[in-house]
């Protein structure tokens, strides 16, 4: 049975590598909840909630699409998309913070759905940014040659730790999966050849109580509900993300001029354009969902890069940067040759 290892000897012999997508695939819960339906449970409109966040509607789970089920469908989907099978994946990482137990890891319930028996699989938890975290952690053990292809995965049902009560955050998540195969190939040539170019990620966890869950497993016993100081995120969010998006560019020897696609984490629409305005990234590049599917967490990416992807936004060839924020705070950004 294959295991991961790195084997130092054979790391300074191998070609040198590259993580290069190769299928993408997402799922959405059937629900769908309009502003007006969530109008009609707390005291919102659908005029303040597109005017401040952009969000139109999202998709809300039922009991039975849990995250790993939601997981399963879109790895499923890349899987197919990449043309490859159970077989050819040695690598499972579900980025999440709704995993569907505290134990086992959701990338373990993905990996037994789809009948995957070799290699590893865990759960990445770095909130909103956790697909991020999740392509640049794939990326090192593609490129390190421990292990040749990876699913990545970012799933949530944020419905489940939403507070139902508190219209200030609970018009703003959605549910959905979004996954990507990344498969290591050799590396052709610097900025022009395809695959993951470069990825830059921060955290600073003295911003906790900006943005948090109020409880868990090792604290109150309880799942917990999601806080957030609104003003401040979003401060936050404009003011500092720009910082790793700069740096993978220059790392790739490459400006926002060059760049094809911008996929962001889909918060908030008023953040994404303030960003991109910011980085002198032309709005026309945007790939824009949070209208159609809100927050989504570690899934919102993954989301958008399925649909532009397949509505033929995105093209083989193309520079695509995503980016995002989240709680902790935790960001990161990854430049990917298409
Ligand atoms: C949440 C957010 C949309 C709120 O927008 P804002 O312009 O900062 O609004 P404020 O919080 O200042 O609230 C303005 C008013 O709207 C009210 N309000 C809040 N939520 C509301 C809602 N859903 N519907 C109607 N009114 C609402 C507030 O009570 C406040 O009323 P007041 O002036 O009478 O006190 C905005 O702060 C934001 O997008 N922050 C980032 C959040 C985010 O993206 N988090 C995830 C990061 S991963």
Same mark, same amino acid.
């Given at each position: ?92 990482? +579900? ?32 909130? +909103? ?40 955050? +609970? ?168």
């Amino acid at each position: 049975m294959a295991t991961l290892r790195t084997d130092p000897e054979q790391s300074r012999r191998a070609p040198k590598l590259r993580s290069v997508v190769v299928g993408t695939g997402s799922s959405l819960p059937a629900r769908v909840v309009t502003n007006a339906a969530l109008a009609e449970r707390v005291d919102t409109s659908d005029e303040w909630i597109v005017q401040r966040t952009g969000i139109r509607q999202r998709h809300i789970a039922d009991e039975s699409e849990t995250t790993s089920v939601l997981g399963t469908q879109a790895a499923r989907a890349a899987l197919q998309d990449a043309g490859l099978t159970a077989d050819d994946i040695d690598l499972v990482i +579900c980025a999440t913070s709704t995993p569907d137990h505290t134990f086992p890891s959701t990338a373990t319930q993905i990996q037994a759905g789809l009948g995957i028996h070799q290699g590893a699989a865990f759960d990445l938890q770095a909130v +909103c940014a956790g697909f991020v975290f999740a392509v640049s952690t794939a990326d090192k053990f593609l490129t390190t040659g421990a292990a040749r292809r990876a699913l990545v995965v970012g799933a949530e049902t944020f419905s489940r730790i939403v507070d139902w009560e508190d219209r200030t955050t +609970c018009v703003l998540f959605g549910d959905g999966a979004g996954a990507i195969v990344l498969e290591a190939q050799e590396a052709q040539e610097a900025a022009e050849g395809r695959g993951v170019l470069s990825t830059s990620l921060r955290s600073d966890g003295r911003h906790r109580e900006k943005l948090y869950v109020d409880g868990g497993p090792g604290s109150t016993g309880t799942t917990g509900r999601l806080r957030m100081e609104g003003r401040d995120v979003f401060r936050f969010a404009v003011g500092q993300v720009t910082d790793v998006i700069v740096e993978a560019f220059e790392q790739a020897g490459t400006t926002a001029e060059d760049l094809d696609w911008f996929v962001p984490h889909q918060a908030n629409r008023r953040i994404i354009e303030a960003s991109a305005d910011k980085l002198g990234i032309a709005r026309d590049k945007i790939v824009l969902t949070v209208d159609r599917h809100g927050n989504t967490s570690a899934a919102s990416i993954p989301l958008a890069l399925d649909v532009a992807r397949r509505d033929g936004r995105i093209q083989a060839g193309d520079l695509v940067m995503i980016e995002a924020i989240g709680g902790g705070f935790s960001w990161g950004a990854a430049l990917i040759r298409w």
